[in-house]
């Protein structure tokens, strides 16, 4: 980037730049996508609005009406776009209701679904990944591997029904499903977290490992710091970097993994309502809810690099030279 | 920063409220749960009207009985004229909408005007004018008579909604019904829950309070029914029950509802215009596997269109549909048809390949759809199955690309199923009826029917002749009927399924112990 921009400010412009070009990008292509799926488009949205026991032809019919379904493409684009900029993301074709409501509503329900999941994760994962790297070859670092060679192969799909049968059926400890006054996130959030807390444990194990085993630590241990004085201080830090960096790329994951479990524990979130606009060619909700995720991806991004670059200071100093 | 001394109250703070949980699942008086597939697609009452009027949120006219005679609902009575061309509906005067205000016939009438626009049912009346007569008084003037106007004033799509109900834009914002219940939380798309309404004209109910939760999956309405965590489970998968039925905690009550499994049949086609080779399609089909197998309830395998539930319309005089795949294979050769190595041919080579289309919006549809492909290949048919949206067979009715469609019928979306006969069967044919055939006695049959200006004895005849007919000509080949499954917790009583689907019967319920 530019000559003179302090690497906060450069980082800044970079991804406020990404944001727009997503934004133009996500909604085109979401739209042309909608646009050429194969069956009717008012067919389709009259059978997500009325169920398959009112949908007809007649239905259809006014639905095209309604919604102006036979004004041309490149019209239809350009008004979006146009309402795009003026942050106006439309109304469900389905539910009628404002697309920006929807997504903000549902949007932050999957938020506190992964965030929890991304703390769970780290619980879980963070000490075992330290131990183990503190200890490489012991029965921690063995059976961590273990574990996360099986939950990393356990599809979510069979994790959650495990779950739910293991910890809301046999021992009654949490509601199976849609519960969120009493503790209905934790076995959603628990399903996401087991998966990334085993890919955690792993890459926090190698970080520590090449952290002790770099010349900064040893020189930090030669000048007379303590094991635990030198891990605070200078291995952590160092250990760090792969583990952020690991969270920012699987946090994708994590969203992902979210259409499924939200779907199966009937958590109101972004990843079931997205599944439902893409069945009913809701193409405003589609656009809404993509552009959303997109804009939430790089800000998580941001963050990331955010926190790279506050960890390592050798970044800051190769910005700036 | 977080000491350790933090650490540990959150700590014991997470484990309190995780235990409280835990207790509050199992305290007696929590919310009444229940949970079903049915999602909140929106507030406007066609939509999902029919979400609060079973949860007794809100109310329609008229009410009815299991076997679709009408009951009062808001209206306490009616009357026709002697033409049959007006209909006066008088409202309870007493009924309150939840925000306090009285249930008006303006009110009613803004509602049933919404109700007038495709596809609400309504739409399908020949209605000329509806009007108010004072304040509690509703008249709705025809164009012809019409018998099944109240069946379809007993419609969800119909419900009445207080005129705060309405944004500016005239769209529905909120859900203030008269019902006994009042909605407190409602997040679309998933959760609905309700509170006792106080000012309700009627008994006051045993149950205060009910949550009503969408789940899309199966499995986890099976869960929850086990984890006792669910109530009331609706729509198992047949697997699932299996598991349930041995659970103590659980029963299982079951009622045969008006839907069928059909396939509809573009009778239009070359190859299927002869009765013949519908009848051949009919017999290759082994209901009974496809009901004990997949169904898991050999008493599903449909012998004729209509379920001995629609006690007015099952003809018990009409043989039973069969399985004969000898008799499948003559009436094919009748018609022409000579077998090849890769299946059957015309007398001029053509080759006898169909496609047929489904929806997975009933997880069984897509199932049984292989099953018949299975079952016709053995008699020599070759049949492609695409499976789609649910709107995929009205289109394929409208530009005539359809062949075969496999789809689950309600004939009894509104109480009489006549409305319904008259869409799928009447001239022109129906989305999800005939296609390219059609039957003047049938016709003129349904006509008397939707007038109802003819004896009961008359009518009742027709029902069975039309049952009749359809067995004969199979424009729809009936595969299977529905039974409504659900699981129901130890802790509720006086629990009574409606096989028109259109309330809960929360009223009626009340706690064990």
């Known amino acids: ?321 | 920063m977080l000491t350790r001394r933090d650490a540990l109250k959150k700590g014991a703070l997470a484990a309190a409220l995780l235990g409280s949980g835990g207790l509050m699942a199992q305290a007696p008086r929590t919310p009444l749960q229940i949970v079903g597939p049915w999602e909140i697609g929106g507030l406007a009452p066609t939509n999902s009207g029919f979400v609060f009027t079973r949860l007794q949120v809100t109310e329609t006219l008229l009410n009815a009985q299991d076997d679709g005679t009408p009951l009062p609902g808001l209206a306490e009575r009616w009357n026709r004229s002697a033409d049959g061309l007006s209909w006066r509906f008088t409202l309870r005067p007493s009924a309150r909408f939840h925000d306090g205000s009285p249930v008006t016939a303006a009110a009613a009438v803004r509602c049933l005007e919404a109700a007038r626009v495709a596809p609400a049912l309504l739409s399908l009346a020949p209605i000329r004018l509806i009007e108010t007569e004072g304040a509690s008084t509703i008249v709705i003037r025809l164009r012809e008579p019409n018998a099944s106007l109240p069946a379809m004033l007993a419609h969800s799509s119909t419900m009445v909604i207080a005129p705060a109900s309405y944004g500016v834009d005239g769209s529905v914002r909120s859900i203030i019904g008269s019902g006994p219940y009042r909605i407190t939380q409602l997040t679309p798309p998933q959760l609905v829950e309700c509170a006792v309404f106080d000012g309700y004209d009627g008994p006051k109910p045993a149950i205060d309070r009910v949550r009503y939760l969408a789940a899309g999956r199966a499995e986890t309405r099976a869960l929850m029914a086990e984890s006792g965590q669910a109530d009331l489970a609706f729509g198992l998968d047949p697997a699932s029950l299996v598991r349930l039925r041995g659970k103590r905690n659980l029963t299982i009550v079951s009622i045969t509802l008006p839907r069928s499994v059909i396939l509809k049949v573009n009778a239009g086609l070359p190859a299927l215009t002869d009765v013949r080779v519908r009848q051949a399609l009919s017999h290759a089909i082994d209901r009974g596997g496809i009901a004990k197998a997949l169904l898991r309830d050999p008493e599903l395998a449909a012998t004729q269109l209509f379920a001995p539930s629609l006690k007015a319309w099952h003809n018990t005089a009409l043989p039973a549909l069969s399985f004969d795949a000898v008799r499948a294979k003559a009436l094919l050769a009748e018609a022409g048809w000579k077998r090849a190595a890769d299946g059957l041919r015309d007398a001029k080579g053509q080759s006898f390949a169909l496609k047929l289309r489904t929806f997975p919006d009933r997880p069984e549809l897509p199932i049984i759809a292989t099953a018949l492909q299975a079952q016709w290949r053995e008699i020599g048919i070759n049949v492609q199955v695409s499976v789609g949206n649910s709107g995929d067979i009205p289109l394929g009715h409208r530009d005539g690309s359809l062949q075969l469609g496999l789809a689950a019928r309600n004939y009894g979306n509104v109480p009489d199923p006549t409305g319904t006969l008259l869409q799928d069967f009447g001239p022109g044919g129906g989305d999800f009826g005939a296609m390219g055939w059609s039957s003047e006695p049938l016709g003129r049959a349904l006509s008397e029917l939707k007038r109802g200006d003819v004896s009961a004895e008359k009518l009742a005849a027709n029902r069975l002749e039309i049952a009749r007919i359809l067995q004969a000509e199979l424009p729809v080949i009936p595969i299977s009927w529905y039974r409504q499954q659900v699981a129901l917790s130890s802790r509720i009583r006086g629990v009574s399924l409606d096989p028109l689907e259109r309330s809960y019967r929360l009223t009626q319920m009340s706690w064990r112990g």
């Open chain 1, 1 to 321: 980037m530019g000559v003179g921009w302090s690497p906060w400010t450069a980082l800044m412009l970079r991804r406020a730049f990404q944001v727009l070009a997503l934004a133009v990008l996500i909604g085109t292509v979401c739209f042309f996508i909608a646009r050429s799926l194969p069956g009717d488009m008012a067919m389709r949205i009259a059978a997500g609005r009325y169920g398959y026991d009112l949908v007809s032809g007649a239905a259809a019919d006014a639905v095209r009406t309604e919604l102006g379904l036979n004004q041309p493409l490149l019209v239809a684009l350009l008004q979006w776009l146009r309402d795009v900029v003026s942050f106006d993301l439309g109304v469900s074709l389905i539910s009628g209701r404002s697309v920006l409501g929807e997504v903000v509503e549902q949007l932050g329900a999957t938020l506190v679904l992964a965030l929890t999941a991304v703390l769970m994760a780290a619980a879980i994962g963070l000490p075992l990944g330290v131990w183990s790297g503190l200890h490489p070859g012991g029965w921690v670092d063995r059976i961590t591997l273990g574990l996360a060679v099986v939950l990393r192969a356990t599809p979510s799909f069979l994790l959650a029904v495990t779950l739910m049968l293991v910890v809301a059926v046999k021992l009654g400890a949490l509601p199976v499903a849609g519960d969120a006054n009493a503790g209905g996130i934790i076995l959603p959030a628990l399903t996401l977290a087991l998966g990334l807390g085993a890919g955690l444990a792993r890459v926090t194990r190698s970080a520590v490992l090449d952290a002790l085993a770099s010349p900064a630590y040893e020189f930090a241990r030669s000048k007379g710091l303590s094991d635990r004085q030198a891990l605070l201080r200078h291995g952590a830090r160092l250990a760090a970097l792969p583990v952020v960096a690991y969270l920012g790329v699987h946090a994708v994951f994590l969203f992902e993994g979210a259409v499924i479990v939200e779907s199966l524990f009937a958590w109101p979130g972004i990843g079931h309502e997205l599944v439902h606009a893409v069945f009913g060619r809701d193409v405003p909700m589609l656009q809404g809810t993509a552009l959303c995720m997109a804009i939430v991806f790089v800000l998580f991004n941001l963050l990331i690099d955010a926190v790279c670059l506050a960890l390592d200071p050798r970044q800051r100093i190769g910005g700036r030279s």
